[in-house]
Structures are given as structure tokens and as C-alpha cells.
């Protein structure tokens, strides 16, 4: 009786050390934060939400035009691409149509064709995207959707997709799945307030976020991200799993790099079964040293300033709008495609307009965002080199992966299985990159509706 006794009790010690302790542990504190100025104030915050609107005056416009008009040049090396980054010769050619062809005034008026709001978070003025859906068939509900940007993009990556799932039979799409659309401006970002004080990284945005679905009254909702939207969306899934019914992101982020993935990089290509790689896997990684490390040392230069001295460079590019274009639509080129680097214009205008892209540069010259944006990488490099405990977290909540061929950098499956451990899609795209909702709308919107369609009916993995 005394060995069964014994027996029941180490039982009991490792079923709790295994399993309710672990279970404790896989839970991210939420925390609260003031990011204004001083002290936060012992009265308690305003809750108010308020209409916004974006507005440009006659003396922005000509501030602007006489910026572009004195704008000074290099020359281009002869047969350079973009290879040098943004292509001076073409560079010539956008801020020419910037100056002449691009309407301030009617782009505007494209901004503020979705309701927009603004309410105080945290001390700071947090600016969304609020659509709701214009009718409803009868017996169908609304399912809330937060979706959140990146760098260098901002809510307008959305402006095409939010139809396609606010009304999606009018636009021939499945409609058994009605949304009803929230995009924030990370802050810091576009028309958000920026941070005061230092720390603010993607757990902090994602807590800002949390609180601001449980302000608009939604306590289930489904959330998707790209870029540093998907590290926002994947932190908001693990600090409040219970109000998250799904995940749905477009570049898997794993930060946590442990010796089976280091193993998998060596002996991958020639066992490739024996660390659960398949076709996909193999051809987005290997060979290593051009697929992965000439890519990653090519495109992170600016990875790299902007997680030591963002306030260095990004001084420059507020006082300089032709320097902010050339900055943030080089990235508009080489994160479509890589292969655009080979052409003179980089393949802008393959994917995008010109009125498109401009519209995402304005956001950043009006709201004079582009410091604040870059620091956002500084206040997170310990969580993206895994020497933070959640970097190291798995995701619980019911997770769908859009797999897109030309995002920066590849990242295989069974690595993104370790993080997220209940993906119940995963899907490799036939074709876009990096800005996907802004890139490839349709593609992304029929695929968040089959994976909303998944967790409706329970399809979760065990």
C-alpha cells in the first residue's frame, strides 16, 4: 500500500510538472502601459470614440510640390536595376508624376471612403478602419476581423481586401462567411500616435489592439497580419487565446532556433524526410548559403540600421519626401519579387499604380511617421533573437498559414509547426509576395474564408 501510495503521488508530481505546470507556463501576461508623456494620471481614461477623417491643406500640397520640384539627383550606374537600391534614373520618372499627375486631393478622398475613428489607448490616440458590412442575407451573422499592417505599409494595404469580405458575393467570391472589417494603425504609424517612451514592441501593440476589440464591444473575433502584423496578431492569439477563435497570417515569424532546426539546415537536403521537409521545403531553403544567407545579407541592411540607430537615418528621410519614396518603395519592389531588382522601374508598376503607392508614401509625409515607424525595430530586436521567454511560446489558438512564393524569406513548415501547434490550414500560394492583402486581395480573402470555414465547423487539430 505504502509502494502504491508512493507511486500515486510521483505520478501526480509529474503529471503536474508536465502538464498543468506547462500549461501555466504557455500563458503570456498582458501587462498595461502608459506611452505619453510623464506619469499616467490616477483618473481614469477616456474611453470615447470619435470620427476621423484624413485631411491635407492647399498649403501641405504646395509645401510638398516645392519639395519635389527642388529635389536633387545622382546619376544611376548604367545597367544597375535596382541591385544599388531605388533606381535613381526612374526615381526621376515618380517624382515627376508625384509632382504633376498624382492628385493629393482626390487620394484623400480614397482614404476617407472607409469610416475611420480614433479613441485613446494606453495614453495614446489609436486610429482604425471600422467597416461593417452594407447588407446581410437573412440567417447571416458578422464575424469580427482585426487586421494588422507592417513596415512600410499601413491600413491602405487593405483598402482592396475589405470588400472582398465585407460584401464578397458582389465581387464573385464565397460569401458563406460575412465580415465585418477593423484595421488599426500600428502607433507610431500613419495616423496613430506615436509612443513617448521607450519599449513599445509588438506584445505592447498587441495588448493596445486587445483592448481596443473589447472597447468595440467584440469578445470573439478572428485576427490576420503579415510583416509585423502577423508577430502583433501571433502575441494578441497568445495573450488572450480565449477571445482569438482564429489566426490567419501570411509570413510565419519564428524567432526561436533551437539544435534540430540548425541540424535540419545541414543535413536537410540529403535527409530531408528525417526533419519532416517536403518538396516546398526544400526548394525554399536549399541551396542554404544563396536561398537564405546571400538573401537575408542582401535585403537587411535596413533591418539592421533600424534596430540600432533609427532616429540616425530616419531624421533624413522626414525632412526629404523624394528620399522617403525612394526608401519605402524600394521596398515595394524587391519584397514583391527579388527577380524585379534585375529592372530599370523594379517591377513597380507590374503589381502596383503609381497612385497606389504614393497614397502609402503620403501617409507616412503627412503624418511625419517614418522615425517612429523605424524605431518600432529597435524596441523589438530582443524579442525577434528569441532572448525574450515568449519568443519561445508555442501558439494554441486554431491557425491558418498563407504561404505566398516571393515573401523575403522562407521559413518551412515543420520550423512554423513548432511555434504554431494547432494549424488547421496551410496553404502555399500560386503566386505574390510580401504586401499580399494589398498585392494579391483575392487570393488572401478565399483563403482566410476556407480557413474561417475550418474552425466554424471545429476542424481544430488535437
Known sequence: MLLETLFAVVLGAIIYLFLIKKKKDIIVEMGDGWWNKGLKPDSEEDATIYPFRVEISEAEINYLHRRLEEAR????????????????TYLKKVVSYWRNQFNCKKQVEVLNKFPQFKTKIEGLDVHFLHVKPSHLLEGQTVKPLLFVHG???SVYEFYKIIPLLTDPMSHGLNGNHIFEIICPSIPGYGFSEAPRKKGFNFVCAARIFYKLMLRLGFHEFYIQGGDWGSAICTS????????????????????????????????GPYFPGLFGFQAEDIQGMFPFKTKIIKRVLMESGYFHQQATKPDTSGCALNDSPVGLAAYILEKFATWTDIH????????LEKKFTLDDLLTNVMIYWVSGCIVSSMRFYKENIKLLLGRERHAK??????????????????????????????????????????????????????????????????????
Do not use: C
Open 73 to 88: 539627383y545622382m546619376e544611376s550606374l548604367e545597367d544597375s536595376g535596382f541591385h544599388y537600391g531605388f533606381n535613381l
Open 151 to 153: 513596415w512600410p505599409g
Open 236 to 267: 494578441l492569439a497568445q495573450i488572450a487565446p480565449s477571445h482569438v477563435k482564429g489566426l490567419h497570417i501570411n509570413m510565419p515569424i519564428v524567432t526561436s532556433i533551437g539544435f534540430k532546426e540548425v541540424l535540419s539546415i545541414l543535413l
Open 340 to 347: 524585379f531588382q534585375h529592372l530599370e522601374d523594379g517591377g
Open 393 to 462: 511560446l508555442p501558439v494554441q489558438v486554431p491557425t491558418g498559414i498563407a504561404m505566398f512564393p516571393h515573401e523575403v524569406t522562407y521559413v518551412p513548415r515543420p520550423w512554423i509547426q513548432r511555434k504554431y501547434v494547432n494549424i488547421i490550414s496551410f496553404n502555399y500560394m500560386p503566386r505574390g509576395g510580401h504586401f499580399a492583402a494589398f498585392e494579391e486581395p483575392e487570393l488572401l480573402a478565399e483563403d482566410i474564408q476556407q480557413f474561417v470555414e475550418k474552425v466554424e465547423k471545429g476542424n481544430t487539430a488535437k
